[in-house]
Nanobody, 127 residues
């Protein structure tokens, strides 16, 4: 079983950047597909970005494509989300998630596909 702890959230202005980190422990990190999701008040949790076990392939929601970058460092058991050109509509609690997978080329987009979740980190973007 893997434990996930997010960090790096905060209050920023529109146009600023933030880098979220998610540190994993208790499992073999490279065996997990990793994803970032977010949930704004009154809305459902939504997919933001996902990355394969090796980090060789990534997937983004249309709303963040070109602005956010997901990456992972399997030696450090950490996945990152670099968020650039932030907008007020990016305000949400951001969660990282892990899914045990055998295939190296899989990425998952749906919340029910993930096995483990962090506690979330708040990102607030002011206009």
């Amino acid at each position: 079983q893997v434990q996930l702890v997010e960090s790096g959230g905060g209050l920023v202005q529109a146009g600023d950047s933030l880098r979220l980190s998610c540190a994993a422990s208790g499992g073999t990190f490279s065996s997990y597909v990793m994803g970032w999701f977010r949930q704004a008040p009154g809305k459902e949790r939504e997919f933001v970005a996902g990355i394969t076990r090796s980090g060789g392939s990534v997937l983004y929601a249309d709303s963040v494509k070109g602005r956010f970058i997901i990456s992972r460092d399997n030696a450090k058991n950490t996945v990152y989300l670099q968020m650039n050109s932030l907008k007020p509509e990016d305000t949400a609690v951001y969660y990282c998630a892990a899914k045990s997978a055998r295939a190296w080329a899989q990425v998952f987009m749906r919340t029910y596909e993930y096995d483990y979740w962090g506690q979330g980190t708040q990102v607030t973007v002011s206009s």
